[in-house]
């Protein structure tokens, strides 16, 4: 569906710069799987919204959330940003 010729005609008409790697490497995709089903489970699953405005504000929060507030043990008990913004060796 990717290499459809008229959605690959839409970005073009977009300029976006489609990202594809090797076909059927589903590795690739992981890291975005893993941050989508946490995003629906605790945002999107335990809220309503009632306009397409609620949804992106909703979202934008959500994403400030999970990339300063929300801890993750795999990054030492910090948050993304905590994680990547320690010193060097800490």
Known sequence: QYQMPAYRRMLKEHAVTQSMS????????AAMESFFGTLKAECF?????????????GLARYIRYYNHDRIKLKLKGLSPVQYRTQPSGA
Request: glycine share 4%; hydrophobic share 30%.
């Open 45 to 57: 699953h335990l809220n309503e919204f009632a306009s397409v405005d609620e949804l992106k504000t």
């Open 22 to 29: 090797r076909k059927g490497n589903c590795l690739d995709n």
